[in-house]
């Protein structure tokens, strides 16, 4: 059972930057995404942004594009997600998400990823 532990959460004001990252508790060369969520309280849970494993290739959600990056650390072996300019509608739980059988038309769907990070909480004040 992988298991995935992410941190790097905070308090950051409007405009400011954190960088989250993502671990497993193996490697994750049988993951064919790595994905980032984001939950407010009583929302849905919304699709942040993802990473092919196999390409690099990266997907973002209309409203973090250009603000924020997903990137993979090959050294740590992590999924890290570069959050600048942020906003105080960026502010809900972060989760890490991974995988094994997810599809490139499902890859914004949190139904399409089976093994979940326990969520990092990020706060935006304005």
């Known amino acids: 059972q992988v298991q995935l532990v992410d941190s790097g959460g905070g308090l950051v004001q409007a405009g400011g930057s954190l960088r989250l990252s993502c671990a497993a508790s193996e490697r994750t060369s049988n993951m064919r995404f790595m994905a980032w969520f984001r939950q407010s309280p009583g929302e849905d849970r919304e699709f942040v942004a993802a990473?092919?494993?196999?390409?690099?290739?990266?997907y973002y959600g209309d409203s973090v594009k250009g603000r924020f990056t997903i990137s993979r650390d090959h050294a740590k072996d992590t999924i890290d997600l570069q959050m600048n300019s942020l906003k105080p509608e960026d502010t809900a739980v972060y989760y890490c998400?991974?995988?094994?059988?997810?599809?490139?038309?499902?890859?914004?769907?949190?139904?399409?990823?089976?093994?979940w990070g326990q969520g990092t909480q990020v706060t935006v004040s304005s």
């Open positions: 990473l092919r494993r196999i390409g690099g290739n990266t």
């Open positions: 998400a991974a995988g094994t059988r997810t599809i490139l038309s499902s890859v914004r769907s949190a139904n399409a990823y089976n093994y």
